[in-house]
């Protein structure tokens, strides 16, 4: 790309010097064709060329007109050169139209002399447009006219950048101006639940699941509900008999444990034994209900996990959710048999999450100065801030040789998803406020940072800087601009290629 352009500037370095040899010869103006005047407002660009004017004499006006919102010449329009005093009306010339794209030639015929406000308007579809050029001598006689322009030589040789070649490639400038910088630094992150805010939910023995909850995976759950009911297997799976039996004798020790308490009951009433034995048999009575009942339990719970059945018998366990969140992962199955420590869900917080940045090594002792962030979310648009800062780590990764850095951010307004990938502008400490350029304008030449600046609409000057302060898209310049300098945003590299021609354009143009 690089070399296409370049040889764009070649062609058009050749073709605008042919130009001007293929015009007709104009003795009496070309020895009067000294001055240029380079003017900006906030909607177009003006560079004039034009000789010494002389009442009486037809000067010629080069009028280069570019749009400041596309750095594009104007293609259509009304042009008027305006000699304005305070002693009547003013002098009016026009040309309805450019001779080409962006330029207007206007002739120029004075009729009274002396000095002259200059201003130039512009009228055409959807822009009106005026440049104020200053005060300009109107001479008495070509002779004078012509030693005017002998005492008007232009100012020091600068890069030659012509308005064709500016007008065909991606071109465009900037006034410098003066402004604080948060400097910031661009670091990969991830988005991570924070400690405590994520937890498995594991089964606590073995057993068969017997229920599970129909949670979708990302519906949010509340700490305490239940998710799931785990039936423990039987204390002896694969006896059956032993199982009845242990049923029977406890109903056979229940019916003696009966009878024996109501014989203390009518020997007590008859005062033939002490309350104390009648106290003995009731507590027997009571164990041996207890021992039937949970003979009757085992036996119910091996029926059940024989046969998968899903009743609520006697030892369910209840799984509940130990943190309020979003359902992260759920292996759990109605049916199925877990062993103890089987992962059945995951729930995660998603509400208060962390930003966990990693610093590249080099700039570990920068991320000491970091005061805040902002989080750069892939396909969500602004960013946003990234919350309070939590830490900066102090031991690199060995693998990654980065340091991590942490925020804690409330993901309630944006429900952004746990573990996605995001990017992290680590702000620091505003600087002072100094001169800032976009960060395109920058050239790297031959290892020293350059910018150029725009002295005239053609002529561009070569300025080392000296960096600053970058955050976003502009830098500040330490040294070597100054507010109000325009300088080159787009196309400052193709201005660096033309600074290094050995063929130099013709300076000026006739039209």
């Not at 949010?220 to 039996?245: F, K, M, N, W, Y």
């Not at 109903?251 to 020997?267: F, H, I, K, N």
């Not at 570990?364 to 939590?390: C, F, M, Q």
């Amino acid at each position: 790309m690089a070399l296409k352009h370049l040889c764009t500037i070649l062609i058009l370095t050749c073709a605008v010097p042919a130009c001007h040899r293929s015009a007709p010869p104009m003795p009496a103006e070309e020895e009067r064709d000294a001055f240029s005047v380079t003017r900006w407002t906030d909607k177009t660009e003006l560079f004039a060329e034009y000789p010494a004017l002389a009442v009486g004499e037809t000067s010629r006006f080069a009028i280069h007109l570019t749009r400041l919102d596309s750095f594009k010449p104007l293609k259509e329009g009304r042009v008027e050169v305006h000699l304005r005093s305070g002693r009547g009306a003013a002098e009016v010339f026009r040309v309805d139209r450019p001779s080409r794209p962006g330029i207007f030639g206007v002739d120029v015929k004075p009729a009274q002399a002396g000095k002259r406000e200059l201003v130039i308007v512009l009228g055409a579809a959807g822009l009106e447009d005026q440049h104020h050029v200053g005060e300009v001598d109107v001479h008495a006689n070509a002779d004078a006219a012509r030693a005017a322009a002998g005492e008007g030589g232009d100012d020091a040789a600068g890069i030659s950048f012509l308005k064709e070649q500016q007008w065909s490639l991606d071109f465009a400038t900037a006034v410098v101006n003066e402004q604080a910088v948060r400097e910031s630094m661009r670091v990969p992150a991830e988005l991570e639940a924070r400690p405590g805010g994520a937890a498995d939910v594991v089964a606590p023995i073995d057993g068969r699941l017997t229920r599970v909850l129909d949670v979708p995976l990302g519906s949010g759950v509340s700490r305490g509900q239940e998710l799931a009911r785990l039936l423990p297997p039987p204390t002896i799976p694969g006896d059956l008999p032993q199982l009845q039996r242990a049923r029977a004798e406890a109903q056979s020790v229940l019916a003696l444990a009966v009878r024996d308490r109501g014989r203390a009951e009518r020997l007590t009433t008859a005062g033939a034994a002490p309350e104390k034995r009648l106290d003995e048999a009731r507590s027997a009575e009571e164990q041996a209900t207890a021992r039937l009942s949970a003979a009757e339990a085992s036996l119910a719970q091996y029926n059940t996990a024989r046969t998968g059945g899903a009743t609520d018998a006697e030892g369910l366990f209840i799984i509940r959710a130990p943190v309020s969140g979003v359902m992260a992962r759920r292996d759990a199955a109605t049916g199925a048999n877990v062993t103890a420590g089987t992962i059945l869900f995951r729930v995660v917080d998603t509400s208060q999450i962390h930003v966990v940045g990693q610093v590249p090594e080099a700039e570990a002792a920068r991320a000491r100065l970091v005061t805040a962030a902002e989080i750069d979310v892939p396909g969500h648009g602004n960013r946003v801030p990234a919350g309070r800062l939590a830490s900066v780590g102090k031991v690199l990764d060995p693998q990654s040789r980065t340091l991590p850095i942490t925020f804690v951010f409330d993901n309630r307004p944006f429900g952004f998803p746990v573990g996605q990938a995001v990017f992290l502008h680590l702000l620091m400490d505003a600087t002072s406020p100094r001169p800032v350029v976009p960060a395109a304008a920058v050239v790297d030449d031959a290892g020293r940072p350059i910018v150029f600046v725009q002295r005239k609409g053609e002529t561009f000057e070569r300025r080392a800087v000296t960096l600053g302060a970058r955050t976003g898209d502009v830098v500040q310049i330490v040294d070597g601009v100054k507010p109000g300098d325009r300088v080159v945003t787009k196309g400052a590299y193709l201005v660096r290629l033309a600074s290094l021609s050995t063929s130099v354009p013709a300076h000026g143009h006739v039209h």
